[in-house]
């Protein structure tokens, strides 16, 4: 079934929105790299269920049932994400201050938001802060996995153009300009509760990242280190549903 669209900067966006208390700050779920509304799993659906608040996840230019970007991404991607569309999405749906709720990538948007932004916390899930040399091995071995084997075809099932939504992401960060991203100094501006999830066997990056958002940010940090890979809230889920219940209930 087809999602909405909403207008954001450069395209529409597909997005999911699940009702809940309006006395509640609302969820806004970003996605991963690979990743689209569909590809989170419900996970929003969950904590929407188990929380009761409102949950919105969207899936940005280029993934999922989303338009197609103009053109390639820069290494400031993360960025432009943080100060244009995010804003864009929230103004149009309505979502005064919310709970951002960030995987990955979207992890790495979550905190660049949450620190020009007013936001009423902060999840984040195996997010980047640096580029990390374990983490572009194990995007050179999606690579492999793309061009050799079924993972094309997997994500056809879930993108309108997979090769668009690869090779973005993927061309993105193997980018030799990208080597010197760095978000180190933009984490002093969050001042908002934070949760910061992180798995030991992530292929993609280590436990420094979550580390660093604790010794950097302003607010109170808390972290989950888990022993799963790159997707806790799929690896385990039962785990990671509570840990995010019981941050969101302590919220003020």
Same mark, same amino acid.
Do not use: K, M, N
């Given at each position: 079934m087809e999602l909405p669209l909403v207008d954001a900067p450069g395209g529409r966006v597909e997005y999911d929105d699940v009702p809940g208390d309006p006395a509640l700050a609302p969820l806004l779920f970003l996605h991963e790299g690979l990743g689209s509304v569909r590809l989170w799993r419900n996970f929003h659906h969950r904590l929407a269920a188990a929380t009761g608040r409102r949950a919105v996840a969207f899936s940005r230019l280029g993934h999922g049932g989303s338009d197609l970007p103009a053109g390639k991404r820069t290494p400031r991607y993360m960025h432009d994400e943080a100060s244009e569309v995010v804003p864009a999405v929230r103004a149009a749906l309505g979502l005064d201050r919310v709970v951002l709720v960030g995987h990955s990538d979207g992890g790495s948007i979550g905190l660049l938001h949450a620190g020009r932004a007013d936001v009423a916390g902060l999840v984040v899930l195996a997010p980047h802060v640096f580029v990390e040399e374990c983490g572009l091995r194990g995007i050179e071995q999606a690579r492999r996995d793309y061009v050799e084997g079924d993972l094309r075809a997997r994500m056809a099932r879930h993108h309108r153009d997979p090769d668009v939504t690869f090779w973005n992401w993927n061309d993105g960060w193997l980018d030799d300009a990208f080597r010197?991203?760095?978000?180190?100094?933009?984490?002093?501006?969050?001042?908002?509760?934070?949760?910061?999830?992180?798995?030991?066997?992530?292929?993609?990056?280590?436990?420094? !990242?979550?580390?660093?958002?604790?010794? +950097? *940010?302003?607010?109170?940090? %808390?972290?989950?280190?888990?022993?799963? &890979? !790159?997707?806790?809230?799929?690896?385990? +889920? *039962?785990?990671?549903?509570? %840990?995010?219940?019981?941050?969101?209930? &302590?919220?003020?």
């Open positions: 010197d991203w760095d978000i180190h100094p933009e984490l002093t501006a969050i001042t908002c509760p934070v949760l910061g999830v992180q798995g030991t066997a992530d292929p993609y990056g280590t436990v420094v !990242h979550v580390e660093a958002v604790r010794e +950097r *940010a302003a607010g109170p940090v %808390t972290l989950a280190v888990l022993d799963c &890979g !790159h997707s806790p809230h799929l690896e385990r +889920r *039962a785990e990671v549903d509570r %840990t995010v219940t019981e941050f969101l209930a &302590g919220l003020p």
